[in-house]
C-alpha cells in the first residue's frame, strides 16, 4: 500500500526519524513517521512545507513496517503532515505497530469532537491510536509557539 511521507526526512524513502527529545514532550525514545499533505494551515505550523498534499515522496507501507520491526523503539508517533488524510496506509502501519507492542501516538490537527464524526476509515484509524494529540493540547506561551503543529 502506497504512503506519502515528507522527502526531508526520507531514508531509504522512508519518511522517519529515530527521536529521543521532543520539544512538547520532553525525554522522549521513539521512531517518529513524518507524514506528507495537510489541509489545515495552521497559522504556527512546525512544517509548513508538510502541507502539500502531492509533495514528499511515494514510499510502501512494507518498507515502513521493516523499519518498525527492526528499529526496537516501543513507541511511535505519527506527525506531519496530517496521519489522518492517508487513513489506509496509517492503520494499516498503526495495526502493524500495535502487533509488535508499540504504543502509538498521533499529532493531529483534528479536535476530538471531530474525530468523533467519522463513520469510515478514519474512525477505525482513531480507534487504533493509544494517544492522540489534537489542538486543545497545545496551550503554548508565544515563544513556543514556533513548535506548535496543530493550533
Known amino acids: 500500500m502506497n504512503i506519502r511521507v515528507q522527502e526531508d526526512w526520507a531514508v ?13 514532550g520532553g ?10 499533505g495537510c489541509l489545515h494551515k ?15 515522496v511515494k514510499t510502501d507501507t512494507e518498507k515502513i513496517k521493516k523499519c518498525i520491526a527492526d ?17 489506509a496506509a496509517t492503520l494499516d502501519i498503526a495495526q502493524f505497530a500495535h502487533s509488535k507492542g508499540m504504543t502509538v501516538v498521533c499529532n493531529t490537527g483534528y479536535s ?3 474525530i468523533a464524526e467519522w463513520h469510515d476509515n478514519r474512525e477505525l484509524l482513531a480507534k487504533e491510536i493509544d494517544d ?3 489542538p486543545c493540547v497545545f496551550q503554548l ?3 513556543e509557539a514556533a513548535y506548535n503543529g496543530s493550533n
Open 112 to 114: 476530538k469532537e471531530q
Open 141 to 143: 506561551n508565544d515563544w
Open 71 to 87: 528499529s526496537g523503539f516501543k513507541k511511535i508517533i505519527f506527525t506531519g503532515g496530517e496521519p489522518f488524510l492517508q487513513p
Open 12 to 24: 531509504d524513502g522512508i519518511g522517519y526519524a529515530p527521536t529521543e527529545y521532543d520539544i512538547v
Open 42 to 56: 495552521c497559522k504556527h505550523c512546525a512544517n509548513p512545507h508538510a502541507q502539500l498534499v502531492n509533495g514528499g
Open 132 to 134: 492522540l494529540v489534537t
Open 27 to 36: 525525554h522522549i525514545e521513539c521512531l517518529r513517521l513524518y507524514f506528507q
